[in-house]
């Protein structure tokens, strides 16, 4: 208790919002789990990348066939992107939290523009998988691959590209917007300490 | 070293009223407060003095916060919509009567500008004003004044409700 009747009553109200906890330590230990999950996943989708890029490219040198050659090139140029991905989930768990606030938004702010400058590699990856179909329909002429089978692999890596830069867009936008929030709430956050000294 | 479930009983319903202030959504508040535990964790190897664990634990929730706010930006447009809070006063009536001042209380801190929502959770959580300073990075007499404002700030909008 303070003599000071109105943060007295403030105090009352607002821990009487009592929160159940049980269970609390299993859940974020679980979460933590998943996060471990998530960067063992991204990994692995990389290592089975390269996977098949040397065994497409191996295949390709093994049977003379140019389309097996511009598939590995196109796994190859996947890879990045979800490498990026892994780098960005990374970096964003190991912000210092235990630094200053305005610490804490410098870093996030940074993290953001980090994840924006990914993405712009992300988006040539993706225009370099469209090259490779634009390849792959080439050999079609010269009679190095078949017509139906290009179809059906250009397809695929149309689809892939098209929803890979629609995502970067989405995310870049929100990215966008989350270095807007920083800067905001660095503002009221400067505003409070010029209002301290004035 | 204290382990997590540690941290949970000491101040687990703490770190989940200092996610209140910060989010409505209460999916998204249990969302935050799992990350606030998951971040205070991630750090303790960090805590050079044991005894300043509780300006530790809430300077953490506070910035984890105030990244989530800015993250949430990006998702979504600020919906400030309050759902009740568990209470647990004696008659349904009263639970009633007290849910709806705990939400008042909740949602007028909410209202604060960042500066005074922080020194006013953390007053609330009963940090002294030494420890909301060192928890804030900020001097004691700023402390005080922010304090001061805050109340003012606060006392106005519960009154204008």
Redesign the interface.
């Known amino acids: 208790m303070t003599n000071d009747d109105f943060l007295d009553d403030l105090r009352a109200d607002w821990r009487r919002q009592t929160v159940d906890v049980s269970g609390l330590a299993a859940r974020v230990a679980a979460r933590q789990r998943r996060a471990g999950l998530v960067t063992a996943g991204n990994a692995l989708a990389i290592a089975t990348m390269a996977i098949l890029a040397c065994l497409f490219g191996s295949a390709a040198i093994r049977q003379g066939d140019a389309l097996l050659g511009v598939a590995a090139i196109a796994f190859l140029l996947a890879a990045p992107a979800v490498l990026f991905e892994m780098l960005d989930f990374r970096r964003a768990t190991r912000l210092r939290y235990d630094d200053s606030p305005a610490g804490v938004l410098r870093q996030a702010r940074d993290q953001a523009m980090f994840s924006r400058r990914r993405l712009r590699s992300a988006r040539i990856a993706a225009l370099l998988l469209v090259g490779a179909g634009l390849a792959a329909w080439a050999l079609v002429p010269a009679g190095l691959a078949h017509r139906d089978t290009v179809i059906v692999i250009t397809s695929g890596w149309a689809a892939a590209a098209l929803l890979s830069w629609l995502w970067q867009f989405w995310r870049d936008r929100r990215l966008v917007e989350t270095i807007a929030g920083y800067d905001r709430l660095r503002a009221e956050l400067d505003e409070g300490s010029a209002a301290d000294e004035a | 070293m204290r382990g ?2 540690q941290i ?2 000491d101040y ?2 703490g770190i ?2 200092v996610a ?1 202030s910060y989010e409505a959504d209460r999916m998204l508040r249990e969302d935050l ?3 606030i ?7 303790l190897p ?2 050079a003095n044991p005894d300043s664990l509780a300006p ?1 634990v809430f ?2 929730a ?3 916060g ?2 989530h ?7 979504r447009r600020a919906a400030q919509r309050t759902e009740p ?5 004696e008659t349904p009536e009263e639970r009633l009567l ?2 709806e ?2 939400n ?3 949602m007028a ?1 909410r209202r604060l ?4 929502r ?1 020194v006013m959770t953390l ?2 959580e ?1 940090l002294s004003y030494a420890e909301i300073a060192e928890a ?3 001097s004691l ?2 402390v005080g ?2 304090v001061n ?1 805050a ?1 003012a700030q ?2 106005a909008i519960l009154d204008d409700e």
């Open positions: 997590l479930e949970v009983a687990g319903s989940a009223r209140a407060t799992q990350e535990l998951l971040a205070i964790h991630r750090a960090s805590l530790f300077r953490i506070h910035n984890r105030v990244t706010v800015a993250r949430q930006i990006g998702a809070d568990d209470a647990s006063p007290a849910n001042r705990a008042r209380v909740t801190v500008p960042l500066p005074y922080q007053l609330l009963e804030l990075d900020i007499s700023n004044v922010r404002r109340k606060l006392k």
